[in-house]
């Protein structure tokens, strides 16, 4: 139990997503509040979800070869298999993508000549480089709309939206492997306490360094975010298809041996 936790945690943690989210987060207005609350909520997934598994089980394993173990057992693998299919998808698509153009590369867009007086282009010349007009960091079309939202949203808001963005699939894997869990070892509970606290380590670091270095912080943060936006799918892919994977043959060998 306790490697399959770990795993499935660090595959949660490298998750390039909630990454990505978390980063505009903590950039936005009251951004050390906003991390905090998506912290919170992130974490919160975690705890409702194991806090229901064990209630469930009782805190015990079911037997082994028993008709719940079997049950559970099946549900992993189908969980492997899952997340392998979304893996394969998901290189499938980006493949495809690619292959749009020659070489994956998009084409180049048509010169349509200076623009006309009166319709400037996204930035003045006059601006700084690296400087929009409004003088915050650039951020690319869809991260620059998001993070204007998070500008306006709520506290509350950025907790839901940590909720929102868990990587379910691989949460799933975690509960299924926590109905192993036997709560009368101390060593259970450490592992539970662990797995929570990897599945949430790289939201952690990123929102201490914005509390310690705020100005550094963000400026890093936001290219680490425009790296992850060009390795996304790569990333995402390798999680889906190790986890996924892992499971499916661990599940496999116990249900045949």
């Not at 392998?84 to 867009?109: I, Q, S």
């Not at 960091?137 to 993070?147: E, T």
């Amino acid at each position: 139990m306790v490697l399959d936790l770990f795993l499935i945690a660090l595959a949660i943690t490298l998750n390039p997503i909630p990454m990505m989210a978390f980063v505009l987060v903590v950039a936005s207005a009251r951004g050390v509040l906003k991390g905090l609350a998506f912290i919170l909520g992130w974490l919160a997934c975690f705890v409702v979800v194991i806090a229901v598994v064990l209630a469930l089980t009782g805190g015990q394993p079911p037997p082994p070869r028993s008709p719940p173990s079997t049950a559970v057992l099946a549900l992993k693998l189908l969980i492997g298999v899952g997340l392998v299919l979304y893996g394969v998808r998901r290189h499938r698509r980006r493949r495809h993508a690619g292959d749009g153009t020659p070489g994956g590369a998009t084409e180049a867009a048509p010169d349509r000549g200076p623009d006309p007086p009166g319709q400037a282009g996204p930035s003045s010349p006059s601006d700084p480089p690296g400087r929009s007009s409004s003088g915050s960091p650039p951020r690319s079309g869809s991260g620059a709309s998001f993070g204007s939202r998070m500008d306006r949203g709520s506290v509350p808001a950025a907790a839901g939206l940590a909720m929102f963005l868990q990587p379910w699939g691989l949460v799933a894997a975690g509960a299924v492997t926590v109905v192993e869990a036997n709560v009368s070892h101390a060593s259970t509970w450490l592992a539970l306490f662990g797995f929570c606290l990897l599945s949430t380590a790289s939201l952690l670091a990123a929102e201490l360094y914005v509390v310690f270095s705020p100005t550094a912080a963000q400026r890093r943060l936001l290219a680490l975010r425009a790296w992850m936006e060009n390795h996304e799918q790569q990333a995402i892919v390798v999680g889906s298809l190790v986890i996924g994977l892992w499971l499916t043959g661990k599940s496999i060998y116990q249900l045949t041996s």
